[in-house]
């Protein structure tokens, strides 16, 4: 059984970082690609940013461009989400998803995907 596990989320203040990070067990992540979703309040989940499986290929949302990077350890069976200068528009539930599309300008679902049930952001202003 495929287990997606995310930690990290927290209330943090405007400006502010957090690392969230998501470890799988059940799956070799190895040959997976990774992503963060996230989703505020009343709007819809967006895809953040994602890692392929070779880890040569990375996307990110506009918004989040030059403030998050997203990384993994295979070995771990780990991704993570360094999020630096936190805005309260990165206000979320972020989640964690082993096997979603991925490339370098795109992320897309799979409906094959692993989700996580996911770690709360809070931003403060």
């Known amino acids: 059984q495929v287990q997606v596990v995310e930690s990290g989320g927290g209330l943090v203040q405007e400006g502010g970082s957090l690392r969230l990070s998501c470890t799988v067990s059940?799956?070799?992540?190895?040959?997976?690609?990774m992503a963060w979703f996230r989703q505020a309040p009343g709007l819809e989940r967006e895809g953040v940013s994602c890692i392929h499986w070779r880890g040569s290929e990375t996307y990110y949302t506009d918004s989040v461009k030059g403030r998050f990077t997203i990384s993994r350890d295979n070995e771990k069976r780990t991704l993570y989400l360094q999020m630096n200068s936190l805005k309260p528009e990165d206000t979320a539930m972020y989640y964690c998803?082993?096997?979603?599309?991925?490339?370098?300008?795109?992320?897309?679902?799979?409906?094959?995907?692993?989700w996580g049930q996911g770690t709360q952001v809070t931003v403060s202003s």
């Open positions: 998803v082993a096997g979603s599309y991925c490339t370098g300008s795109w992320l897309g679902r799979a409906e094959s995907a692993y």
């Open positions: 059940g799956l070799n992540i190895g040959g997976v690609n």
